[in-house]
């Protein structure tokens, strides 16, 4: 059974900083590509950034130069590290495979940054 875990999300004040991790399931996380995703009130879920099987990674326009996405094959976990967070980040975040899975989107971690 597949299982994507998030954790790491809060309240934090604009110019702050969070690092958010998700624990995979091994079966899955081997072998692809991880996303993080956030999905706004009132706003279609969007990937935020990318990151392949070999460390490569992309990003969103709208976090570039803020938001670093990393992997530990090892513990089979991916993280998001999240600094000059604005009001504008807030948003459920999740991860998922990339392309997404349906069946794999889990609860997410909530992000509040404040003005």
């Known amino acids: 059974q597949v299982r994507l875990v998030e954790s790491g999300g809060g309240l934090v004040q604009a110019g702050g900083s969070l690092r958010l991790s998700c624990a995979a399931s091994g079966s899955i996380f081997s072998i692809n590509d991880m996303g993080w995703y956030r999905q706004a009130p009132g706003k279609q879920r969007e990937l935020v950034a990318g990151?392949?099987?070999?460390?490569?990674?992309n990003y969103a326009d709208a976090v570039k130069g803020r938001f670093t996405i990393s992997r530990d094959n090892a513990k089979n976990t991916v993280s998001l590290q999240m600094n000059s967070l604005k009001p504008e980040d807030t948003a459920i975040y999740y991860c998922?495979?990339?392309?997404?899975?349906?069946?794999?989107w889990g609860q997410g971690t909530q992000v509040t940054v404040s003005a």
């Open positions: 990151i392949t099987t070999r460390g490569r990674t």
């Open positions: 998922n495979t990339r392309p997404s899975v349906w069946d794999y």
